[in-house]
């Protein structure tokens, strides 16, 4: 019988037989050690403990051999996963650079909203409004551009020609959603767009004959409800603000489909996507805008408005177009490192955010059932990303 002593006796022990043979390997202690007895001249009274690796503390040649083992004291640490820790940081690394988009997403969409409603109040033409903050982002990322900050998009004429039907839409919802604002509280716009999901089931179900599971249908329920109950009490309802806030829920279910749809495959970045859009937009939207309020209803507000409010009023009006097109351009950014879901949540936060700030920084008066129906609309926004997941 052969007996390989492969670990340490947990507590020392010691025997004689003169059958022992000692190994005539150099690295005898620290190698396993292998003991070899006849099956009947192995001692009855040795018990062997298996823990550790066994060393062998003395030998000698003309006497009976007496073998000590003792525990080894530790037992050398694993090496630690290089690639495991490594993917673990640059996970790391991607949350806190998520939540800092989200953070800067949401703080830059509170100060647009809040300089939009004083330029507005101060100087009613929401076409010229939309006009100057698609114009100061296209600046911007034109400068951009040319001093070499952001890498110049490569495109081409079926990049433009993609681009445009998502152009179209935007420009109609951001106009829209300006329109809305002028004539009602910031607060009220918000919980009408929260509706937006609803209106991308219906237009999806119905117009692209996609089906969806029971529970997203059902996360409709509160959304449709909230929305209304917000509408029948708000006290400074509009029918236009209303219409507008629709309408702008509806032309951004269509840009994010054609958006969806056209640029499958394209390389382009979030924000220099964006960037592109903004353009484009402004192209769509410059005449329309001229020959809806003009040039001369313009001067004539902008002199009203200096009256009203001071210089300080360009400040605000260079504030919201330019907070416009940061705000938005964060938001393509974290969609290039987060799914449409997570964005889908982020953005329910942010009216979140946007409805509490404006009521708190323009004192909107507020009923508990006004209250509640925006509650319930975003509570079923809320559902609604959830059941689409």
Not at 334 to 361: A, H
Request: proline share 6%; aromatic share 10%.
């Amino acid at each position: 019988m052969v007996l390989t002593a492969k670990q340490t006796l947990s507590a020392k022990i010691g025997f004689s037989n003169p059958l022992l043979r000692r190994s005539p390997s150099p690295s005898l202690r620290r190698s396993p050690v292998s003991l070899s007895f006849p099956s009947t001249e192995l001692p009855k009274l040795a018990v062997l403990a298996v823990s550790t690796p066994l060393h062998l503390s003395s030998l000698r040649a003309k006497s009976p051999v007496r073998c000590e083992a003792y525990e080894a004291e530790k037992s050398e640490p694993e090496p630690i996963d290089a690639a495991a820790a490594a993917e673990t940081k640059l996970e790391a690394a991607k949350k806190l650079k998520i939540g800092i988009y989200f953070a800067t997403w949401w703080a830059l969409n509170v100060v647009f909203n809040i300089y939009n409603k004083k330029v507005l109040n101060a100087y009613p033409y929401p076409w010229l409004t939309s006009t100057l903050s698609l114009a100061a982002g296209s600046l911007m990322m034109l400068i951009s551009w040319a001093v070499g900050i952001v890498e110049t998009p490569k495109t081409d004429f079926d990049f433009w020609k993609t681009l445009f039907p998502v152009a179209v839409a935007h420009t109609i919802g951001h106009v829209a959603a300006t329109v809305s604002m002028s004539k009602v509280a910031v607060s009220f716009t918000h919980i009408i767009k929260s509706g937006e999901p609803a209106f991308s089931v219906l237009v999806s179900r119905f117009l692209l004959g996609e089906t969806f599971p029971t529970s997203v249908y059902l996360s409709l329920i509160p959304i449709i409800g909230g929305c209304a109950l917000s509408a029948l009490t708000e006290l400074n309802f509009n029918m236009t603000g209303f219409m507008g806030a629709m309408i702008s829920n509806l032309a951004f279910v269509f840009r994010n489909i054609f958006s969806k749809k056209g640029m499958k495959g394209k390389s382009v970045s979030g924000m220099n996507y964006y960037a592109c859009l903004s353009m484009l937009s402004l192209l769509i939207l410059t005449p329309f805008a001229i020959a809806v309020e003009g040039p001369q209803m313009w001067a004539d507000g902008y002199q009203k408005a200096l009256s009203d409010v001071g210089p300080q009023f360009v400040g605000w009006v260079a504030a919201q177009s330019v907070f416009y097109h940061l705000y938005n351009q964060v938001s393509y950014m974290s969609l290039d490192q987060i799914s449409p879901l997570t964005f889908s949540v982020g953005n329910t936060m942010k009216r979140i955010s946007v409805i509490v700030s404006s009521i708190i920084i323009f004192r909107t008066p507020v009923q508990p059932v006004n209250a509640l129906g925006a509650a319930i609309a975003i509570l079923g926004t809320f559902l609604y990303s959830q059941a689409k997941l």
